[in-house]
């Protein structure tokens, strides 16, 4: 079984594979990844069966890059790597999600490798949530599976969500794309940068240059670099007229 690991700490890698090398069944791929997002790249070329994924890294931590592997076809099995205390770790039993505590020993290696798993998106968000209360670093790309394979969008790049049937679409600098979040989970995570005009709509802060009426009477939000202003409903007008006054 092919593994890769995703540590920012050369020492920790260099552990790892010396290690993993030493039990048999599993090649440990020679790309090694320093953050989340080039755990996601080097997945997408190699294809690994098993990531050991470290949770705290920078830019993009293991939790995020996690839940951008899930969406890939065939997503790898994920072995979480930390250094979190006891009430911690109750959060990755309650999911069933595979770990290991720093620094990691070679029986608990061996055994974790022997029952790792694939974790499912609402796994994923549980543990995040229970985790949230050790200041976990916050998300900061949106992924969304399109053609390309898993696009990362960095979340100051987005200028609107807007909700169409069973998907939302992500408005950012360079297009659009399609995630299947909702918009409930992507307000609760981001209400400090985006802020809701609309039952289908979420805007960011940065982004929002006025509000005018149009000749129908509605409200409407215009942001920079976007042609077609939005929709405001009634119940949100008030709102923005002292965001707007704030900003």
Do not use: W
Request: glycine share 4%.
């Amino acid at each position: 079984m092919k593994v890769l690991i995703a540590d920012d700490e050369p020492l920790a890698r260099d552990r790892l594979r010396r290690m993993t090398e030493g039990i048999e069944g599993y090649c440990v791929l020679e790309d090694e990844a320093r953050t989340g997002a080039e755990a996601i790249a080097i997945a997408h070329q190699r294809k690994p069966d098993v990531v050991l994924l470290d949770i705290r890294m920078p830019m993009m931590d293991g939790l995020e890059a996690a839940m951008a592997l899930c969406q890939m076809d065939c997503p790898p099995a994920i072995i979480f790597c930390t250094a979190y205390d006891q009430y911690a770790l109750e959060a990755f039993h309650v999911q069933a999600v595979g770990y290991l505590l720093k620094p990691v020993k070679q029986d608990a290696l061996c055994k974790a490798l022997q029952n790792a798993q694939r974790t499912n998106r609402s796994q994923l968000a549980a543990l995040n949530e229970r985790l949230s209360e050790n200041e976990l670093q916050k998300r900061t790309h949106i992924s969304a599976r399109t053609y390309k394979g898993i696009e990362l969008i960095p979340l100051n790049d987005v200028r609107f969500f807007q909700a169409d049937n069973k998907y939302v679409t992500v408005n950012h600098i360079k297009g659009e794309v399609l995630i299947d979040e909702t918009l409930k989970e992507l307000e609760n995570e981001f209400s400090d940068v985006f802020v809701r005009i609309h039952r289908n709509a979420l805007v960011a802060r940065r982004a929002i240059e006025s509000m005018t009426r149009n000749d129908q009477g509605s409200y409407e939000i215009h942001l920079r670099d976007v042609m077609k202003p939005l929709q405001v409903s009634r119940r949100h007008v008030a709102e923005m007229r002292r965001l707007l006054k704030s900003l």
